[in-house]
Nanobody, 125 residues
Framework: QVQLVESGGGLVQAGGSLRLSCAAS????????MGWFRQAPGKRRELVAG????????YYSDPVQGRFTISRDNAKNTVYLQMNSLKADDTAVYYC??????????????????WGQGTQVTVSS
């Protein structure tokens, strides 16, 4: 049974930084791409960053490119999202997710099937 537990959300002023963490268990973490999604009120859930099983490939959506960095520590079964230069538009619930398939090579188009419970990020302007 896959479990994904996010942490690190909170309230931050515009221009500030936050680091989200997601601890995974239940499958061989190092075999699967991981993604960070977000969902703002009234909007669809969107993929903001993804990282391949080895960490060698990453994906970022246009709105976060250059401000967010996804990384992973396979020894700790943890994926991170470093968020810098935060904007009010970044306010959302952030979810980590794990790909259904092993050894995916396109973390921007993974079949993300397993989800954490989400962590709230609020950016005040």
């Amino acid at each position: 049974q896959v479990q994904l537990v996010e942490s690190g959300g909170g309230l931050v002023q515009a221009g500030g930084s936050l680091r989200l963490s997601c601890a995974a268990s239940g499958r061989t973490f190092s075999s699967f791409s991981m993604g960070w999604f977000r969902q703002a009120p009234g909007k669809r859930r969107e993929l903001v960053a993804g990282i391949s099983w080895s960490g060698g490939l990453t994906y970022y959506s246009d709105p976060v490119q250059g401000r967010f960095t996804i990384s992973r520590d396979n020894a700790k079964n943890t994926v991170y999202l470093q968020m810098n230069s935060l904007k009010a538009d970044d306010t959302a619930v952030y979810y980590c997710a794990q790909d259904r398939l092993k050894y995916g090579l396109n973390p921007g188009r993974g079949e993300y099937e397993y989800w954490g419970q989400g962590t709230q990020v609020t950016v005040s302007s």
